[in-house]
């Protein structure tokens, strides 16, 4: 009988552990369309395969009442599951209980969870939804964050972690969500604050709403936090799910590789027509991706930000690349600071978790102008260098037009150690373009002659032979080959298989310092 007793209060406890939420905050989740923190994780992971933690953690606080209500599980749900078949880590803010903020235990908990992700070499995946810091636990609450956040950075670069945004997250719960590799908001509610909106003039005095400030199109466009928006809260869990198809679930593994049926020597004739021949013309760099990589299938990431460089992931063979691209469309493809940071970020990530990176230069310099400059282009053009200077994954590019100056250089040159650099016959690799070269050159001449166009005609012409084609590069063994287009995904293929071995002895030193 005291065995039954006992069984009768663990299965009271379970269900009130299940049904911890707060009336009122519940009628407000569902009157906004969103869902409970379990309803969230059940979307998230396979069927039955989620093990709960920490269900009857309750939060300590005294003051303001609080002894009255002393819900379990404090306001987050946690633990790990299978999403296809690979175990992960995940914990979802729950908003129905003290509408999602961080209180001492829940900081706690999650810091619990993301040891146990590090320790057990797992993905970590976040669903952020609370209004930020617990006031109701004064500094025990700061202190227990403090260690979340100290976690959050032990797991940085060990295993992969996703922050998805699905109501109001603020504070330092949008500090600690934006530790992420990648952070995904919903379009419908999801929104970030580093302060309370109620504290930005801007918002209280009307002249913008809290979407403008900190919606999912303000951090995908302008503040670049988010890397993709998800329609509602099914789809950008399926975004996660799709990106963490690409990544090894920690830093010592590898990505899998995928069952293929796309020819690896398939001809990709469809690059002559997508870039012209004429290198002033724009063209689409999404397409000559798409062209190249397995079926086609293309996943950007801030598609929106700094839209000058394409990243993302796809499929070479089966295997997961990433992919950087100059894009001709927006501002001739010219790197500018947004750009270079957007860059530089997903080259460390490709090379914390074991991505090759292909490279694909079409680029004319970096941007002028004072904006640029007094922004700190020289520092921030550095980071894209270094980033791929200190990448040991397998690095490949190809030249399909302009590689002009510093620009080129920053955009995994040969001179970077690059594994295999190779150029379409289009491909002009150049301290400058031919004609600003020649303007500089031969001045004087030009300030002189009868007819300055015909003769700085004739003389871009001679330029360009002698500097702007490239074999000049090849003859110099700066680039390992000039192939057709046609050919690039059989060569970019046959030039990954070996390197699927690669291995670079790095120095030892606690890291290096990147001119953040």
């Known amino acids: ?63 303001f009442n609080m002894h009255l209500h002393r819900p379990y599980g404090d306001g987050v749900v946690a633990g790990h599951g299978m999403i296809d078949g690979r175990r992960v880590v995940c914990f979802a803010q729950d908003y129905a209980v003290f509408e999602g903020t961080m209180g001492e235990m829940h900081a706690r908990k999650i810091a619990k969870i993301a040891a146990f992700a590090e320790k057990a070499q797992l993905p970590l995946i976040g669903i952020w939804d609370g209004d ?27 295993v992969p972690i996703f922050s998805i945004i699905l109501g109001t997250v603020a504070g330092v719960s949008a500090l600690a969500a934006g530790l992420s590799d990648f952070v995904i908001l919903s379009d419908d509610h999801g929104q970030m604050f580093m302060r309370s909106p109620y504290f930005i003039p801007e918002i209280t005095s009307g002249e913008l709403d809290q979407q403008s400030l900190g919606g999912a199109d303000a ?12 329609e509602d809260e099914e789809d950008a869990i399926l975004t996660a799910i799709e990106i963490l198809s690409f990544l090894p679930d920690h830093t010592l593994a590898e990505p899998q590789n995928l069952p293929n049926s796309d020819p690896a020597n398939r001809s990709c004739k469809a690059l002559t027509k997508i870039v012209p021949a004429d290198s002033n013309k724009p063209y689409d760099m999404r397409k000559v991706i798409e062209e190249i990589v397995d079926e086609g299938r293309f996943l950007e990431l801030f598609p ?14 089966g295997q997961s690349i990433g992919i950087v691209g100059n894009q001709p469309k927006v501002l001739a493809g010219c790197l500018d600071i947004d750009a270079s940071v957007k860059a530089a970020r997903f080259i460390r990530t490709c090379d914390v978790f074991n991505i090759p990176v292909i490279t694909f230069v079409d680029v004319p310099g970096f941007l002028p102008g004072t904006v640029q400059e007094w922004g700190g282009i020289i520092r921030h053009g550095a980071k894209l260098l270094y980033a791929y200077a200190e990448a040991t994954v397998p690095k490949l590019t190809v030249i399909t037009r302009k590689a002009y100056g510093g620009a ?15 150029s379409w016959p289009t491909g002009e690799l150049a301290v400058m373009g031919a004609e600003g070269a020649v303007n500089i050159i031969h001045r004087r001449e030009l300030a002189e002659a009868e007819d300055p166009e015909s003769i700085q005609s004739e003389l871009v012409e001679e330029y360009r ?37 690669k291995r670079e002895w790095v120095p030892p030193k606690k890291h290096g310092n990147i001119p953040l």
């Open 465 to 501: 032979r002698k500097f702007g084609d490239p074999y000049v590069a090849a003859r110099n063994g700066w680039l390992d080959d000039v192939i057709e287009p046609q050919d690039t995904r059989h060569k970019l293929i046959q030039a990954l298989r070996p390197l699927r071995n």
């Open 304 to 317: 929106t930000y700094a839209e000058n460089i394409v990243i993302g992931f796809a499929h070479l063979n």
């Open 219 to 230: 951090h995908a466009s302008r503040s670049g936090v988010a890397c993709l928006v998800a």
């Open 132 to 158: 930020g810091q617990r006031v109701h636990d004064g500094v025990p609450s700061l202190g227990a964050t403090g260690e979340l956040l100290d976690i959050l950075v032990a797991c940085s670069g060990r």
């Open 1 to 63: 009988m005291a065995g039954a007793s006992h069984s009768d209060d663990l299965d009271a406890m379970r269900r009130e552990a299940l049904n911890a939420a707060d009336r009122i905050s519940m009628e407000e989740l569902r009157a906004s369309g969103r869902q409970t923190a379990r309803e969230r994780i059940k979307m998230l992971l396979d069927a039955d395969s989620f093990v709960e933690i920490d269900s009857f953690i309750q939060h300590r606080s005294g003051d």
């Open 408 to 422: 080129y250089l920053a955009m995994s040159c040969k001179h970077l150690r690059s594994d295999y650099n190779i």
